[in-house]
């Protein structure tokens, strides 16, 4: 159950069937960060989107690179006159975009923090936020690996 941000005693959701609206979702892992803005427009162009959460400003968040971005759409309107996609006119689901490091990290950190029957001590989550900025060096790292291959390439004539 997700608690209520005003009321954490209380269900976020008090019908979840009415006030959830995307009840459908997808991941897109991508292995750099600069990919993740090429597949957020993307989705822009091939889906309705109604919804573009960005995580990685949210007041709460430690680390902007933990975060994903969300967006939440539907089938697009030339689309949805097609028969294979009639079925799903008017439904609304969330896609998500990470990186795979972000990915890998966000579901260690879940499957320890949120599976754990007590609060971790604060030198634990110290050590979570100190492996996320081990990895946000190495996703900027790849990324800079592959770039200076590419232009390696180029000087080649590959």
Same mark, same amino acid.
């Given at each position: 159950?997700?608690? *209520? #941000?005003? *009321?954490? #005693? %209380? ?8 006030? @959830?609206?995307?009840? /459908? =979702? ?12 090429? !597949?957020?427009?993307? @989705? ?13 400003? /949210?007041? *709460? !968040? ?8 969300? &967006?939440?759409?539907?089938?697009? $309107? ?5 028969? %294979? ?18 990915? /890998? ?27 996320? $900025?081990? &990895?946000? @060096? ?14 390696? $390439?180029?000087? &080649? =004539?590959?």
């Amino acid at each position: 159950m997700t608690p *209520n #941000e005003q *009321n954490p #005693e %209380e269900p976020k959701y008090k019908k979840p069937m009415s006030d @959830i609206t995307d009840l /459908a =979702g997808v991941r897109v892992i991508t292995f750099f960060p600069s990919t993740v803005g090429e !597949v957020c427009q993307l @989705i822009q162009e091939e889906f309705e989107v109604i919804e573009r959460v960005d995580h990685r400003r /949210a007041p *709460n !968040v430690t680390a902007s690179w933990l975060s994903k971005r969300s &967006l939440f759409g539907s089938v697009r $309107g030339h689309r949805r006159k097609l028969s %294979e996609y009639k079925k799903f006119d008017g439904l609304i689901a969330e896609i998500q975009v990470r990186t795979v490091l972000q990915h /890998a990290w966000a579901e260690i950190e879940h499957d320890i923090r949120y599976k754990s029957a007590s609060t971790i001590p604060e030198t634990i989550s110290r050590r979570f936020m100190t492996l996320a $900025g081990l &990895l946000e @060096i190495a996703d900027r790292e790849f990324e800079a690996i592959q770039q200076k291959m590419l232009h390696y $390439g180029r000087t &080649l =004539g590959l």
